[in-house]
């Protein structure tokens, strides 16, 4: 029996990067306006260049989040 191999895509629409990333569509094409995303033109498609999605992500800084707080009783 031969292990399921997953292919990584090359390249995805805006709505599915915003599905993936928990972003909205309108912060999908802000990252691609700053540079942030690279992506190609497949006629009137955009298709963002999966790697570049894997890279913004890794780069986002780690949440910080404060202790809790005891209750006072």
Known sequence: ????????PLGISISKTAEITSESTWKVKQRLRA?????KKAGRRTIVDYGSVKDVWANLPDAKFLPPRRRAR
């Open 35 to 39: 540079g942030e995303y690279r992506a």
């Open 1 to 8: 029996m031969a292990e399921s191999q997953t292919i990584e």
